[in-house]
């Protein structure tokens, strides 16, 4: 994909500009959420994505790795008993989670396109959906968020994890963007666009937790 052809944000469809030029990548900023978006032409193919996420220490009884998920596994103790039903969407090789949680008794099924490849989980409605650390990585993120709002059932909760981008980050310094399968950092106004344009009745933004509820059905 050329610069002609992304004129448009891939989530809200606002204009972009060039936002920075890092060690020769392209960074562009959209004028309406303020996301800012690695050009495509910097984007890794199917097959380098999957070897990319391969070097990635994924150690489901790893004390760090526990801690840094457990603001959505606490989430999920907050709002969701055990019988309801989750997806772990994008839960990778390594489904802390989703591990996490049947320890407890919780019911959460992991898809993944590369890891857990099942697309009859994609079929069904679920109580909460977790994604966590995967938004970043989404190249049509206006798709992606209208499959997970229409997996969410009335009153479900999508529990999401991403570092926000914002007006006060050294951009050039900050290490997020340097994983080059990182492709789209949201600002907490494309965060709100969301909220506003998926049906989602609130959000809330803790840090690098996002809660998005949908409303209940005599709401809609």
Known sequence: MNM????????????????????????LQCENCFS?????????????????????????????????????????????APQEEGLDYGAGPGPVVATMLTEKGYILHPYDPFYHPKPELLTKTY?????????????????????????????????????????GIDFNGWGYKNDDTHVFFYHARAIEWIRANFDFKQVTINGRFLRFVAPEEDES
């Not at 995967?134 to 479900?156: D, I, K, Q, S």
């Open 127 to 167: 109580n909460y959906i977790v994604c966590c650390e995967v938004m970043e990585h989404f190249h049509a993120p206006a798709l992606e968020f209208t499959r997970l709002r229409e997996l969410l059932a009335p009153g479900g909760s999508l529990l999401c994890m991403t570092s926000l981008f914002h007006e």
């Open 36 to 80: 800012v978006i690695r050009h495509p032409q910097h984007w890794l193919s199917a097959e380098e994505e999957n070897k990319r996420y391969g070097l990635h220490e994924n150690d489901v009884h790893d004390k760090h790795y526990r801690r840094f998920v457990a603001p959505i596994v606490e989430a999920v103790y907050a709002y969701h």
């Open 4 to 27: 002609e052809k992304l004129v448009k944000c891939p989530l809200c469809k606002g204009r972009l500009n060039t936002f920075t030029i890092f060690k020769g990548e392209t960074f």
